[in-house]
């Protein structure tokens, strides 16, 4: 497909090649992409707009909101709500599955996403982004109090999956199953304009991300894992070079075009709960869809996140996302193997 094909065409394209669709897929991310639009255009002003800061609520997570993170929330919840092809949406600013109002018809896809994903780097003007994952419903219900179980399916079940990093430029990254294809906004044009054609991941990188001042909480594998990625190995004679923003749509897109690995370790900071800290549903599934349409690999340590079968909505897991062999040689280290 020529370079400067929009994102519409694109996806229009993909949508000729499955004689079965009807056209509600295409309208849904043709919205998801107005809606991107929207909060990329108030994420470049934010500096000169009264948005920045914590509102003072703490969210779901646990964590300090700030305000671009409610505005991003709301205005997906808005634009998406109304045109009539999903049941539900989940987010990760929001407790429980968000319900479609009545007033709109309801239709057949569930829609989860992170709204405004790094939230720490938003008053820093360090990129940050909005990830997204996308199922379909398998039962006849359309009441929220049955679909649950219908957006808890695992990663390996999403239609589409990708992301919007709002950064030096605003990028789109989405796969359908078919490819992984990037596409960068043009402003004056306000079109997503495609860019990254078919993206792969090489097979092993000389990135690791991870944030290292989690290192004593770390087990003694996990430790020998990053202990190794510091240490110039003697076989080949490779080193890594580190690199972390702590926005993980930014550390993951990185990697993505340059190789390497991200890893967000499972932890004892809180000894009653050792699990990672990110979302399985808004951040790690999407993200494992993509990275596997690219050839790579994302794992928790023990197994593709994909295959997880999730529990909850807001379940946090390890993650350990890229190259494939990268990844491969994580999970080997977190069995108690050594290189
Ligand atoms: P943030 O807390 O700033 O929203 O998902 C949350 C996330 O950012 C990821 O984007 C990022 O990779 C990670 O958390 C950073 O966590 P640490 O500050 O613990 O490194």
């Not at 700030?66 to 998406?80: G, P, S």
């Not at 690199?243 to 749509?249: E, I, K, N, P």
């Amino acid at each position: 497909m020529p370079i400067g094909t929009t994102i519409t065409q694109h996806i229009l394209n993909q949508q000729r090649e499955n004689p079965e669709a009807t056209g509600a897929f295409t309208h849904l991310l043709y919205e998801l992409i107005v809606a991107a639009k929207v909060i990329s255009k108030e994420v470049n002003k934010a500096g000169l707009a009264d948005i920045l800061g914590a509102t003072g609520d703490i969210n779901v997570q646990n964590e300090k909101v700030q305000k671009l993170d409610i505005f991003a929330n709301r205005v997906i919840i808005e634009r998406m709500q109304h045109i009539g092809q999903l049941c539900c949406m989940g987010s990760e600013e929001v407790a429980d599955l968000i319900d479609i109002p009545e007033k709109y018809p309801k239709g057949n896809y569930i829609l989860l996403f992170d709204p405004l994903d790094g939230s720490s780097n938003i008053d820093v003007n360090i990129s940050i982004g909005t990830i997204f994952g996308i199922y379909k419903k398998n039962c006849k219900e359309t009441d929220i109090s049955f679909l649950l179980n219908e957006a808890l399916q695992p990663g390996y079940e999403q239609v589409a999956a990708g992301y919007f990093i709002y950064g030096s430029s605003t990028i789109m990254v989405y796969t359908t199953g078919n490819g992984v294809h990037g596409f960068t906004l043009y402003p004056s044009v306000g079109e997503f304009l495609l860019s990254h054609e078919n993206i792969r991941i090489p097979e092993s990188g000389k990135i690791y991300s991870v944030n290292e001042s989690n290192y004593q909480y770390w087990d003694d594998n996990t430790k020998a894992l990053i202990d190794h990625f510091k240490t110039k190995n003697k076989k080949t004679g490779k080193s890594y070079t580190a690199r972390y923003v702590g926005s993980l749509v930014a550390d993951f897109h990185r990697n993505l075009l340059k190789g390497g690995i991200f890893m967000y370790p499972a932890d004892n900071k809180d000894p009653k709960k050792t699990t990672g800290k990110l979302r399985l549903m808004v951040e790690a599934n999407p993200l494992a869809m993509v990275v596997k349409q690219a050839g790579g690999y994302a794992s928790n340590g023990t197994g593709p996140i994909l295959d997880m079968q999730p529990q909850e909505l807001h379940q946090r897991i390890p993650l350990y996302i890229g190259s494939k062999e990268d990844v491969l040689m994580a999970e080997r280290f977190l069995k108690g193997e050594r290189e």
